[in-house]
């Protein structure tokens, strides 16, 4: 039993805990932890940010890419309404993550005080626990169940408002142990049943996703998938579950799938999906498999029980985290099937070829972009992005081959991109760290340069500018052709912008210019900006404003 300040209590549980970095924006309301953290500052790194939307996503892109909860703390009232961006990505994305907030002391609760909000009531559609810890010799016990709620099941975020006068007070409490982790394991008879399923089967294809995959998870997939010869897919934005020059990888299903694909899914007899809730741009809005009975046999595999039967019926669910159903699957004995493995090997030659860069009308041509980094990064770069129409120009068009070397988010949230890639550059310092942004994109956290400075987070980002909010942009053209109201953007000079902040900063308006200006980034040993300049006509892959028009 220990007699100390109630923060100083939390911190304890972080290191216990195994937390390495803390993303913040600092904020009077939690001034006692930001103490506790400087006696600890030899184990947790503090990485302070611009603006508390890119604090959150940089958390939910340390709990992405590490498996563990990234922790964010932002100050009550706007900080924790600017943050809550990244717990929303995060809830969406499956990603462990824990968001704390600072909040009116106790004795002013329910006055509307300064910056007052109930956060419980706030987050709680998206958060798997939203809480406030009010008796300061429960702050280890209350941070330890947000490791493990974080963690376990279904992963996601956890949100805990800390009252300012709860923090300074002096309590004695025992410091816990690391919190409990628990993995949904499948018994016999769902694997039984899947052998059966399986075993009838003359299409069958293998769809992996969601959150929660590790190493060994990913390796034993690899095996299962080998041993059977099933054709391989990725749902949206989980492209880095299985090499993409794998023979048997087919592509992913997500914004503007290879047609291909589509067909091909539709036309399978078993479907399993290992990992992904099935949302809305997984199923290509409920379409691919209609909801909530699918035409196609679906065995449905996920870490969260809730999750199973909410939106689709399957034949078949088990309730089993990726890696504990992986494991069971690569112990099995499977004989190779050659009619599947022939359709994989198809699959894989459609995906190649929809991978091939393709002609564009003016301007820089993204797709030959992220075709040369894709054979020039090296096979472990990190590879980051917000939302935007250039995203589906990196998705189609670079191809991922390790694991956790993606960083996206399924929710569709701007801005993350550039915070994640500072984020994966903290954590992995020797790995090529590379930010994919559309123009408005990386305007939303732009201000994050100063961060990189500061910290030097030597991140190269390739800005895609073609002065509109393109995705809009391409569903305004598709439902009120040539009405442009609302989507347009006048930029700065990237270029200039980035060199500002003390950055590398260079424009390419010729697309066999960007080898040089790229190798020029990197010599430089700083953040860098490459700004791209790219024509708004051509909105996305094969497609085009006049064709939108005239269509």
Request: charged share 20%; aromatic share 8%.
């Given at each position: 039993?220990?007699?100390?300040?109630?923060?100083?209590?939390?911190?304890?549980?972080?290191?216990?805990?195994?937390?390495?970095?803390?993303?913040?924006?600092?904020?009077?309301?939690?001034?006692?932890?930001?103490d506790?953290?400087?006696?600890?500052?030899?184990?947790?790194?503090?990485?302070?940010?611009?603006?508390?939307?890119?604090?959150?996503?940089?958390a939910?892109?340390?709990?992405?890419?590490?498996g563990?909860?990234?922790v964010?703390?932002?100050?009550?009232?706007?900080?924790?309404?600017?943050?809550?961006?990244?717990?929303?990505?995060?809830?969406?994305?499956s990603?462990?993550?824990?968001?704390?907030i600072?909040?009116?002391?106790?004795?002013?609760?329910?006055?509307?005080?300064?910056?007052?909000?109930?956060?419980?009531?706030?987050?709680?559609?998206?958060?798997?626990?939203?809480?406030?810890?009010?008796v300061?010799?429960?702050?280890?016990?209350?941070?330890?169940?947000?490791?493990?709620?974080?963690?376990?099941?279904?992963?996601?975020?956890v949100?805990?408002?800390?009252?300012?006068?709860?923090?300074?007070?002096?309590?004695?409490?025992?410091?816990?142990?690391p919190?409990?982790?628990?993995m949904?394991?499948?018994?016999?008879?769902?694997?039984?049943?899947?052998r059966?399923?399986?075993?009838?089967?003359?299409?069958?294809?293998?769809?992996?996703?969601?959150?929660?995959?590790?190493?060994?998870?990913?390796?034993?997939?690899?095996?299962?998938?080998?041993?059977?010869?099933?054709?391989?897919?990725?749902?949206?934005?989980?492209?880095?579950?299985?090499?993409?020059?794998?023979?048997?990888?087919?592509?992913?299903?997500?914004?503007?799938?290879?047609?291909?694909?589509?067909?091909?899914?539709?036309?399978?007899?078993?479907?399993?999906?290992?990992?992904?809730?099935?949302?809305?741009?997984?199923?290509?809005g409920y379409?691919?498999?209609?909801?909530?009975?699918?035409?196609?046999?679906?065995?449905?595999?996920?870490?969260?029980?809730?999750?199973?039967?909410?939106?689709?019926?399957?034949v078949?669910?088990?309730?089993?985290?990726?890696?504990?159903?992986?494991?069971?699957?690569?112990?099995?004995?499977?004989?190779?099937?050659?009619?599947?493995?022939?359709?994989?090997?198809e699959?894989?030659?459609?995906?190649?070829?929809?991978?091939?860069?393709?002609?564009?009308?003016?301007?820089?041509?993204?797709?030959?972009?992220?075709?040369?980094?894709?054979?020039?990064?090296?096979t472990?770069?990190?590879?980051?992005?917000?939302a935007?129409?250039?995203?589906?120009?990196?998705?189609?068009?670079?191809?991922?081959?390790?694991?956790?070397?993606?960083?996206?988010?399924?929710?569709?949230?701007?801005?993350?991109?550039f915070?994640?890639?500072?984020?994966?550059?903290?954590?992995?310092?020797?790995?090529?760290?590379?930010?994919?942004?559309?123009?408005?994109?990386?305007?939303?956290a732009?201000?994050?340069?100063?961060?990189?400075?500061?910290?030097?987070?030597?991140?190269?980002?390739?800005?895609?500018?073609?002065?509109t909010?393109?995705?809009?942009?391409?569903?305004?053209?598709?439902?009120?052709?040539?009405?442009?109201?609302?989507?347009?953007l006048?930029?700065?000079?990237?270029?200039?912008y980035?060199?500002?902040?003390?950055?590398?900063?260079?424009?390419?308006?010729?697309?066999?210019?960007?080898?040089?200006?790229?190798?020029?980034?990197?010599?430089?040993g700083?953040?860098?900006?490459?700004?791209?300049?790219?024509?708004?006509?051509?909105?996305?892959?094969?497609?085009?404003?006049?064709?939108?028009?005239?269509?």
């Amino acid at each position: 039993m220990t007699k100390q300040s109630a923060a100083r209590h939390l911190v304890d549980a972080l290191v216990m805990n195994g937390v390495t970095h803390v993303f913040c924006v600092p904020g009077e309301s939690y001034l006692a932890v930001l103490d506790a953290l400087y006696d600890v500052r030899d184990r947790i790194r503090i990485i302070v940010c611009r603006h508390e939307a890119s604090a959150s996503n940089m958390a939910e892109a340390y709990g992405k890419l590490t498996g563990k909860p990234g922790v964010c703390m932002v100050t009550r009232g706007p900080g924790a309404t600017q943050g809550s961006v990244g717990v929303h990505t995060a809830f969406q994305d499956s990603t462990p993550m824990i968001l704390f907030i600072g909040q009116v002391s106790r004795d002013m609760l329910d006055r509307e005080a300064f910056q007052e909000i109930d956060y419980r009531q706030m987050f709680a559609p998206v958060a798997k626990w939203a809480a406030q810890i009010d008796v300061a010799n429960r702050a280890g016990e209350y941070v330890n169940r947000a490791f493990a709620t974080a963690q376990n099941g279904r992963r996601g975020p956890v949100v805990l408002a800390l009252p300012e006068d709860m923090l300074t007070a002096a309590a004695e409490a025992e410091t816990l142990p690391p919190a409990p982790l628990a993995m949904a394991a499948p018994d016999e008879r769902a694997l039984e049943r899947f052998r059966e399923l399986l075993g009838g089967a003359e299409r069958p294809f293998l769809l992996a996703g969601g959150g929660g995959w590790t190493p060994d998870a990913v390796s034993d997939l690899r095996a299962f998938a080998e041993a059977t010869g099933l054709p391989v897919g990725a749902s949206f934005r989980s492209k880095d579950l299985f090499d993409n020059l794998h023979p048997q990888y087919a592509g992913d299903v997500g914004i503007g799938p290879n047609p291909k694909l589509v067909e091909r899914l539709k036309a399978s007899d078993l479907v399993i999906a290992f990992g992904p809730r099935l949302g809305e741009m997984t199923t290509s809005g409920y379409e691919l498999f209609k909801a909530p009975l699918a035409a196609q046999p679906l065995i449905h595999i996920h870490p969260g029980a809730e999750e199973l039967g909410r939106v689709y019926q399957p034949v078949l669910a088990i309730n089993a985290a990726p890696e504990t159903m992986a494991r069971a699957l690569a112990a099995e004995a499977w004989t190779q099937d050659e009619n599947w493995l022939q359709q994989a090997y198809e699959a894989h030659s459609d995906f190649e070829n929809w991978s091939k860069p393709v002609k564009v009308g003016e301007g820089v041509n993204l797709s030959e972009i992220f075709a040369w980094l894709d054979k020039n990064l090296s096979t472990d770069a990190i590879m980051c992005n917000g939302a935007g129409n250039y995203a589906a120009w990196l998705h189609r068009f670079y191809r991922h081959k390790e694991f956790k070397t993606q960083l996206a988010p399924t929710s569709g949230a701007m801005g993350y991109g550039f915070p994640a890639a500072l984020a994966a550059k903290a954590v992995f310092p020797y790995r090529e760290v590379i930010c994919a942004a559309g123009d408005g994109c990386f305007m939303m956290a732009s201000n994050e340069l100063a961060t990189a400075m500061q910290y030097g987070l030597n991140v190269i980002t390739v800005v895609s500018n073609n002065s509109t909010y393109g995705t809009i942009r391409m569903h305004q053209e598709r439902e009120y052709p040539a009405r442009v109201c609302g989507t347009d953007l006048r930029n700065p000079d990237f270029a200039a912008y980035a060199r500002s902040f003390g950055a590398f900063g260079a424009t390419v308006t010729r697309t066999k210019d960007f080898p040089s200006a790229f190798a020029e980034a990197k010599a430089s040993g700083l953040p860098a900006v490459i700004d791209l300049k790219t024509s708004a006509n051509d909105i996305a892959p094969g497609r085009t404003i006049d064709a939108l028009r005239q269509r």
